[in-house]
T-cell receptor, first 110, second 115 residues
Framework: EDKVVQSPLSLVVHEGDTVTLNCSYE??????LLWYKQEKKAPTFLFML????IEKKSGRLSSILDKKELFSILNITATQTGDSAVYLC??????????FGGGTRVLVKP | EAGVAQSPRYKIIEKRQSVAFWCNPI?????LYWYQQILGQGPKLLIQ????????DSQLPKDRFSAERLKGVDSTLKIQPAKLEDSAVYLC?????????????FGPGTRLTVL
């Protein structure tokens, strides 16, 4: 059975801090790893990492994929209160099927 | 570009009643997914359609849940009869293709409360 584990479960930081979120996985027929941000209901797409793209960066957010050790990291630098959300990691297998982790809840205090 | 549309946004029913949710994917997206997200957990795939055919429904509780996508565009998910443990947010997502990595885009979800 495919499995995705995220850590920590939650964390509280202050504005300006750097946050590192972890995602480890055991998936058959790995195709991709995706990060989503979920503030209220709809998860919003952040990054997709595949064998051909193991590092992505967008503004203050960046992510790497280690296919050998089967994990990914999402970094958020210079955090802002608007970064408060649940961050979901999902691994895509054959047929574009996604298996999600339980999420990491991030609270950024002013 | 319009996003994934879902309705209703909220629904409260009593156990043993039936309920239906509707989803309209992003225009041109061939693949549609229904997920169940229980409070504090990540979304769990219930069913995946490619056009109007089912690709994966291995985690759909078929004794009470059903879904259809008759014309290969919008879709309905039905629960009959509902149980307390069905209380969750039901998310619909769509993607352009299915056979290589492709981003799934999510709708706002329907929050179901079963009393």
């Amino acid at each position: 059975e495919d499995k995705v584990v995220q850590s920590p479960l939650s964390l509280v930081v202050h504005e300006g801090d750097t946050v590192t979120l972890n995602c480890s996985y055991e998936v058959t027929n790995f195709r991709s790893l995706l990060w989503y941000k979920q503030e209220k209901k709809a998860p919003t797409f952040l990054f997709m990492l595949t064998s051909s793209g193991i590092e992505k960066k967008s503004g203050r957010l960046s992510s790497i994929l280690d296919k050998k050790e089967l994990f990914s990291i999402l970094n958020i630098t210079a955090t802002q209160t608007g970064d408060s959300a649940v961050y979901l990691c999902a691994v895509g297998a054959a047929g574009n099927k996604l298996t999600f982790g339980g999420g990491t809840r991030v609270l950024v205090k002013p | 570009e319009a996003g994934v549309a879902q309705s209703p946004r909220y629904k409260i029913i009593e156990k043993r009643q039936s309920v239906a949710f509707w989803c309209n994917p992003i225009s041109g997206h061939a693949t549609l997914y229904w997920y169940q997200q229980i409070l504090g957990q990540g979304p769990k795939l219930l069913i995946q359609f490619q056009n109007n055919g089912v690709v994966d429904d291995s985690q759909l509780p078929k004794d009470r849940f059903s879904a259809e996508r008759l014309k290969g565009v919008d879709s309905t998910l039905k629960i009959q009869p509902a149980k307390l443990e069905d209380s969750a947010v039901y998310l619909c997502a769509s993607s352009l293709v299915v056979f290589f990595p492709d981003t799934q885009y999510f709708g706002p979800g329907t929050r179901l409360t079963v009393l």
